[in-house]
């Protein structure tokens, strides 16, 4: 199983950015996936979530109206759409699999990070 995340980088408070996640080596279109992220000196914090199918999602309420997530299953890719980024969502977001829809941080396979940082 490899979850590959890309799309981070330093922005400014109010910027976009789009992060993407290409999976391999598991049948993706069967798995609900998520972003979760994690800034530095804090635990992993929930982000979204989508279900296999694309027709569920859950968000957090930090990001819920900001941000959107989006999967193309013929692409075996999840993407993330952050937009009015403010300092608080500096973290490294990791992308995640797994059998169950959750709006939580228990999934079962996990990509490597990808750092975002916003300056205000």
């Known amino acids: 199983v490899q979850l590959q995340a890309s799309g981070g980088g330093s922005v400014q408070a109010g910027d976009s950015l789009r992060l993407s996640c290409s999976a391999s080596?598991?049948?993706?279109?069967?798995?609900?996936m998520a972003w979760i992220r994690q800034a530095p000196g804090k635990e992993r914090e929930f982000v979204a979530s989508?279900?296999?199918?694309?027709?569920?999602?859950y968000y957090a309420d930090s990001v819920t109206g900001r941000f959107i997530i989006t999967r193309d299953n013929a692409k075996n890719t999840v993407y993330l759409q952050m937009n009015s980024l403010n300092p608080e969502d500096t973290a490294v977001y990791y992308c995640?699999?797994?059998?169950?829809?959750?709006?939580?941080?228990?999934?079962?396979?996990w990509g490597q990070g990808t750092l975002v940082t916003v300056s205000s």
């Open positions: 989508i279900r296999s199918s694309g027709h569920r999602k």
């Open positions: 995640a699999a797994s059998r169950v829809l959750t709006a939580g941080t228990g999934y079962d396979y």
């Open positions: 080596g598991f049948s993706f279109s069967n798995y609900a």
